[in-house]
């Protein structure tokens, strides 16, 4: 079949006959195969030594950048890691120090509360204590003023005994009496 178009190219090719100044053109189909042989060898050449040495050099490159990425992405994880673990733990030294600070501060105010407490219960201590001894002082200042009142009815009576008198010296002993009792129980309201 191709030499059938062959031949049928060459018939409608009009060729003119031998001239000097046109050269015959031909087609030369062994001139055509040797191209294509030597073409083939050429890419074979270029495919074994060339194509494949470049193609892994290409490879080998991209496995290194691949490689340098993946060793970026792997520190930038690490790195997000890392950080996230160091911002958990911040939370929790903040969360720590509020709950040490609130601790402190309670237990601030718990003594503090117990401080006064104590100063209040010692105060009153110390009022009733003070109250105990004013009415102690109070009983001896009376007890001491029934004594001396008794100590004065004594001398009175025995003053009246040894001398009868008549009704104006006994008013006179008695308002005397007065007086002196008076003056002494000023004297011991003033001494209290």
């Known amino acids: 079949m191709p030499e059938q178009l062959l031949t049928q190219l060459y018939a409608s090719i009009d060729v003119p006959q031998q001239s000097e100044h046109l050269p015959i053109i031909r087609i030369d189909v062994w001139a055509i195969v040797i191209s294509l042989l030597n073409l083939l060898i050429l890419f074979l050449l270029i495919r074994k030594f060339l194509y494949k040495p ?3 050099v290409f490879a080998q490159r991209k496995a290194e950048v691949e490689k340098i990425y993946k060793e970026a992405s792997d520190a930038k994880e690490a790195a997000n890691a890392d950080k996230e673990y160091y911002l958990a733990r911040k939370e929790a030294a903040d969360e720590e120090a509020e709950e040490v600070i609130r601790r ?3 237990l601030a105010k718990k003594t503090g509360d117990e401080i006064v407490k104590d100063a209040k219960a010692e105060a009153e201590a110390v009022k009733a204590k003070a ?3 004013i009415e102690q002082e109070k009983v001896k200042a009376l007890n001491d003023a029934k004594s001396e009142i008794a100590s004065i009815s004594v ?3 025995e003053k009246i005994v040894q001398r009868e008198l008549n009704s104006d010296d006994q008013r006179q002993y008695v308002d005397r009496l007065v007086r002196e ?3 002494s129980a000023a004297d011991q309201n003033s001494k209290q």
Do not use: F, M
Request: hydrophobic share 35%; no cysteine.
């Open 104 to 106: 402190a501060t309670d």
């Open 131 to 133: 109250e105990r001894d």
């Open 155 to 157: 001398d009175i009576a």
């Open 181 to 183: 009792l008076d003056g």
């Open 54 to 56: 470049v193609k892994k």
